[in-house]
């Protein structure tokens, strides 16, 4: 299961625009972030009733029903499976100490710290799909966060959001473009990020990422990341 220091930082750092308690879940309003914002969650107990008024919450903001199920607990996967979802999109979410990753020079203007983010970096991140509603994401995030550029070959390839609460530092929408990915550009953004929060007395990097990104995966595996555990998004099948 998801340690609550981290699930309370993924909250702060990539928050909802509100919340709603129904029973043992806490639903997000995504306003279109995207599951990870909008996806029910359990954070008590609960019990079968409580999936259906989850379902008339996520109807009243007008999104489809979403629930974010750890992979430890099957109870609540049965429960879903029993009214018509279905499990989706596998996600790891996986951690790094700030200390592996924060040593070592960055070559000058190759990963730039800037708050509010720049022009460029909007359009970076637009061009990777992730788009104003998941931009919106970032600036209600608490601070402190910054967003991480990349360059690489004289221009602007990437984008990445960093933020932390706690002892956590979040990574999250990381992008590089494709033609300047396999060049190192990510390692480096994110070695950016991990001296963000060094400098926040974070003492740990934690990010998502789909089971299915292979390419990701592997810019995460040869950076020292490991894995924490893995949840399922459950739909109305």
């Known amino acids: 299961m998801i340690a609550p220091a981290i699930a309370a930082a993924w909250q702060a750092t990539w ?8 029973g043992g879940f806490r639903v997000g309003r995504g306003m279109g972030g995207g599951g990870r914002v909008s996806a029910a969650r359990a954070i008590g107990p609960w019990d079968a009733a409580d999936i259906p008024a989850v379902e008339g919450q996520h109807a009243a ?3 489809p029903p979403l629930f974010s199920v750890d992979d430890a607990d099957s109870a609540l996967a049965a ?3 029993a009214q018509g979802y279905q499990a989706s999109d596998p996600t790891l979410i996986l951690h790094c100490p700030v200390e592996r990753l924060a ?6 203007v190759t990963a730039i710290e800037a708050w509010p983010p720049l022009a460029i970096q909007r359009v970076l991140w637009a061009e ?7 931009q919106a994401v970032m600036e209600r995030a608490y601070a402190p966060k910054a967003a991480i550029l990349g360059r690489i070959e004289d221009r602007a390839a990437g984008a990445a959001f960093a933020a932390v609460h706690g002892p956590v530092a979040m990574l999250h929408a ?5 033609r300047w990915r396999r060049k190192g550009l990510g ?10 929060a060094a400098r926040h007395d974070a003492a740990v990097l934690v990010l998502a990422v789909s089971e299915a990104n292979g390419a ?4 995460y595996d040869a950076a020292g990341f490991e894995r924490l555990a893995r949840y399922h998004y459950w739909r109305k099948g």
């Open 79 to 81: 429960a879903l499976q």
């Open 174 to 178: 990381l992008a590089v473009l494709p």
């Open 216 to 219: 990701a995966r592997a810019l």
């Open 61 to 63: 903001w007008d999104q």
């Open 15 to 22: 928050p909802a625009a509100d919340h709603a308690q129904i």
């Open 128 to 134: 990777a799909g992730i788009g104003p509603a998941r």
């Open 187 to 196: 390692a480096w953004m994110m070695r950016r990020a991990a001296r963000f």
């Open 103 to 108: 040593g070592g020079a960055i070559p000058p």
